[in-house]
Each structure stands twice: as structure tokens, then as C-alpha cells.
């Protein structure tokens, strides 16, 4: 069956950095849009950013550009997300989608806290 499994969350204080992934296994990731979303307590789930399936093509919410870089090995089946200079409202739930045409898959989510 399909899986996409984040990890790389975790605690970090204003001005660091994460990295997050999500591996994929069940489906053929090279053909795959690769996304980011993320979900504050109370407030929707929004996209963060996307990468096409090759990687030649990126693009980022206002709110993340400059600072979250989205990178992908599809050899290794895997998304990236390179968070730096984090923000306290960057605190959120982060999960990865894959979507082709119009079949979509999500992940489970991983917790990222920015506190002092």
C-alpha cells in the first residue's frame, strides 16, 4: 500500500533550522508532485510549498520564501524540506503530499515547535 512517512520534527528555538522528510514507498515517486503543507492549532491546513516531479521546479507560500527549501532524491524516494530561521509562527503540524492527476496521498504529519 501506499505510505508517506515524515520525520525530522521536533523542538528548536526562533532563528534555527530543521530539516524534514517524507519517504515514499507504494507508488512510482518519480511521477509525483511533491508537496509540503502545514497546519496550526485552530487555524487550516495551507500549502508551504511544492516540487515538481522532476525537480526542476519549486514554489513557496509568501510566508516561507527565502527561508524553506524543498528538494527531492527520487532515487531514494524522498522529500526535503530545509527550514531555516524559524519563526515561532512556523509552529505547526507539517505534512507531505504526493499528487498525479488526480490521485492524492498524504502523510501523517510531523510536530515542528519554534520556542524559546
Known amino acids: 500500500q501506499v505510505q508517506l512517512v515524515e520525520s525530522g520534527g521536533g523542538l528548536v528555538q526562533p532563528g534555527g533550522s530543521l530539516r524534514l522528510s517524507c519517504v515514499v514507498s507504494?507508488?512510482?515517486?518519480?511521477?509525483?508532485?511533491m508537496s509540503w503543507y502545514r497546519q496550526a492549532p485552530g487555524k487550516e491546513r495551507e500549502l508551504v510549498g511544492t516540487?515538481?516531479?522532476?525537480?526542476?521546479?519549486?514554489n513557496y507560500a509568501d510566508s516561507v520564501k527565502g527561508r524553506f527549501t524543498i528538494s527531492r532524491d527520487n532515487a531514494k524516494n524522498t522529500v526535503y524540506l530545509q527550514m531555516n530561521r524559524l519563526k515561532p509562527e512556523d509552529t505547526a503540524v507539517y505534512y507531505c503530499?504526493?499528487?498525479?492527476?488526480?490521485?492524492?496521498?498524504w502523510g501523517q504529519g510531523t510536530q515542528v515547535t519554534v520556542s524559546s
Open positions: 516540487i515538481t516531479s522532476t525537480g526542476g521546479s519549486t
Open positions: 503530499k504526493a499528487g498525479f492527476l488526480r490521485t492524492v496521498y
Open positions: 507504494g507508488l512510482t515517486f518519480s511521477i509525483y508532485t
